[in-house]
């Protein structure tokens, strides 16, 4: 037997959901403000192996996450 859902909440769950990422939008863009001057960008230089890139970028990316995780 077919299970039928109500349309109602089915519109409200997704008027929801839609409220609150723009609402989480609005909230990242107001208060956290990235440090893009801290990337430091001299490890891409000419005739560099990809495998040092791909490192420099991991770097990067951890201390990204760290600077966002941590207590200011």
């Known amino acids: 037997m077919?299970?039928?859902n109500n349309r109602w909440v089915i519109r409200a769950s997704f008027i929801a959901v839609i409220a609150m990422g723009l609402f989480g939008f609005?909230?990242?863009?107001?208060?956290?403000m990235p440090m893009l001057?801290?990337?430091?960008?001299?490890?891409?230089?000419?005739g560099v192996d990809w495998v040092?890139?791909?490192?420099?970028?991991g770097e990067q990316a951890v201390q990204?996450?760290?600077?966002?995780t941590s207590a200011q």
Request: charge should be negative; charged fraction near 15%; aromatic fraction near 12%.
């Open 52 to 57: 040092d890139t791909v490192a420099a970028i």
């Open 26 to 32: 609005w909230y990242a863009v107001s208060v956290w």
């Open 64 to 68: 990204l996450l760290l600077g966002i």
């Open 37 to 46: 001057d801290a990337i430091d960008l001299s490890a891409f230089a000419e």
């Open 2 to 4: 077919v299970r039928q």
